[in-house]
């Protein structure tokens, strides 16, 4: 039988990761739990190690199901939603996901809370969904694009063939509508064409320029709060990609918050943290910077919440629905991404970008 001594050095490494792990044997003993299944166990790793892992299960018959499958390679990985058993806590939801180590009668087994399970699947539609509305855009634009300077020169030329002022009225309005399309197809391309300029950024200036911009178009009825962790280290980062981003979400706040500033008591918050062994994306990073700019305004729209990151979806009357849409771009430029957590009176909007 390995040495319990081998089998920790083996399996240290588990240690680094956030979800909930333990390496056990064919019958279900514990030989290896990382320090994350100790936390959520309110256990030590001295007494977990030798214990009966499927004990600690609603459902302990599933597991060790699980585990004679597995052994007898009915499966490569198999998974499941189960109750977890805590010591003097409230059971945990978990989804559970066996697989076979390289090592005959040596399992892995891995618990990932299922709110940790429906945030990651959000990421990760969120990261599709912004790849497929790149695509989408900058398929779409060159599409528009092309014929749109044969209207307008169209229109240009016909303009100086008529001699009515009624037609020419007409053919100024084809030229007017065709540069603002124009407009709007440049808007579409700008972040795929402008090369990224990487420098050094202090998030708290980005914040600083975005609250003086903020504050010169909405000086009254609003009060922009400063919550910010000075320990956040400097990024490498295209710093106006990043302030244009922020911009847009700082931007949108303020307009949903259009009422209570009418009334004097709107309120956007700019707060900064360290994230610390966070997955999103698809990635494991050591540190992330968390950047939350929150408004108490009415909420996105129920009707729009899943929607908000497409282009030209938008939620007042007028907006052209890119603002979102290139704030996700931007930040995804960064290897980062932006959630929304919404509800009446808290909207707020959580900016990850990793850290060196």
Known sequence: ?????????????LDLLATLVAVVGADGSVLFANSALEDALG???????????????KEPQVLLNALEGAADNEFAA??????LLRQGGEPLPVHVVVAQTDQPGEFVV????QEAQTRQDRE???IDQALANKELIRNLAHEIKNPLGGIRGAA???????????????TRVIIHEADRLQTLVDRLLAPHRRPHVVGDVN??????????????????GLTVVREYDTSLPEFRGDREQLIQAVLNIAHNACEALAERIATGDAQLVFRTRVARQVTFGKQRYRLALELHVIDNGPGVPDSIKDRIFFPLVSGREGGSGLGLTLAQTFVQQHHGLI???SVPGRTDFKLLIPLP
């Not at 040495?3 to 399996?11: E, G, L, Q, S, Y």
């Not at 504050?215 to 009254?220: H, I, M, N, R, V």
Request: aromatic letters at 10%.
């Open 1 to 13: 039988m390995t040495p319990p001594a081998a089998i920790t050095k083996r399996f240290q490494s």
């Open 43 to 57: 256990s030590s790793r001295r007494t977990i190690e030798g214990s009966s892992f499927p004990a600690l299960f």
């Open 78 to 83: 198999l998974r499941y939603d189960a109750w």
């Open 110 to 113: 891995e618990l990932l809370p």
């Open 124 to 126: 990760e539609r969120l």
């Open 156 to 170: 240009q030329l016909l303009e100086m063939e008529v001699d009515s002022r009624d037609l020419k009225e007409y």
């Open 203 to 220: 998030i708290h200036e980005v914040c600083e320029r975005v609250r003086s911009l903020i504050l010169a178009e909405f000086p009254k």
């Open 339 to 341: 959630e929304c957590d």
